[in-house]
């Protein structure tokens, strides 16, 4: 489908002036609730229960919370509606070795007075295992973004793979705090959506940047804006598209899926609009920042072109006999 005949050229690099000011104060932001406020580990990562009830009447959660109070396993159990008036999510932290056997049954003889229920999911992660896979995500992580770092690094000029990896960055940290945002426990969805997103990201930044070295080697412009503009323009159908189909897809799981997915959901949402925002607004404008030069980079590709040109010639002569 081709939304856009007819290619009209907008002027993006005026424009990301504006949006680097604003990626600035959000960045700094975000850094800020990391360093202060951080993470809510989720049972995942910090090790105990969850408990999923569901009632065949509207669940009292004040009663549900005051008889779990009573009782020493669940000291510090947190109870809140969970999608639907008739349904809770109980969690709790790790309990001792062996007591976690014993949580179903514990858990339905104390709720017996709040009326007829069942026990659709209870997990439970110890400590030791929260802590290994605190690590693994963490780890994941990194080891992505540094791949992420090697692959642009090789595939570009140093200057657009560093505003590359920058926007990367910059994609990943506000999508991190976000999280911290809307009170998500960090949990291994958290994890998955902000892996996704440093693939989703990097992948929308590549289509951009290649655009613009296909532009300034076809056009032969010394202006490194006007190629820029041409070429974030030309792929604006493209970039709507792809990033609305994978917006609206989200949202419905957001919108459909449940609590259950709100830390997978919830921060893909944001990461896609700030993965689009980026690689139009952001990335190309910090190469310019960081001294791009076309005018080198042409004669460089002449140089380039030239030198293939004259091992080409060598060989035919050398094939003719004539070496």
Known sequence: ME?????????????????????????????????????????????GSVVQIKYTQNAPIDQIRELLEKDSHFKGVQVSEFGADTEVLI??????????????????????PTGKFEIRKLDT???????????????????????????????YEWRFALAGIVALVHDVIITAASVIVF????????????????????NDTIIVFDRIREKMLTHKTDNIQE??????????????????????????????????????????????????????????????????NIEKYHAKEVKKAKKAQEKKQLRQMYENGRI
């Open 3 to 47: 939304i856009f005949k007819k290619v009209r050229i907008f002027d993006f690099v005026k424009y990301s002036k504006y949006g680097l000011i604003f990626s600035v104060i959000l960045t700094i932001g975000a850094f800020s609730l990391l360093f202060t406020k951080g993470f809510k580990l989720g049972i995942d990562f910090a090790g």
């Open 91 to 112: 969690r709790f932290p790790y309990v001792q070795a062996g007591d976690e056997k014993d949580l179903g049954p514990l858990i339905s003889n104390l709720l017996e």
């Open 125 to 155: 992660v110890g400590p030791k295992v929260g802590n290994e896979l605190k690590q693994k995500g963490i780890l994941s992580l990194i080891l992505a973004t540094l791949a992420m770092m090697i692959y642009v690094s090789f595939r």
């Open 183 to 202: 009170d998500i426990d960090l949990n291994l969805e958290v994890i998955a959506a902000l892996l996704t997103l440093l693939g989703y990201s990097i």
């Open 227 to 292: 190629v820029i503009n041409e070429a974030i323009s030309s792929t604006l159908s493209r970039t709507l598209l792809t990033s609305l189909t994978v917006f609206f897809v989200v949202l419905t799981l957001y919108l459909f899926g449940g609590e259950i997915i709100v830390g997978f959901s919830l921060p893909m949402l944001i990461g896609v609009v700030f993965g689009t925002y980026s690689s139009m607004f952001v990335a190309p404008k910090l190469a310019i920042m960081f001294g791009f």
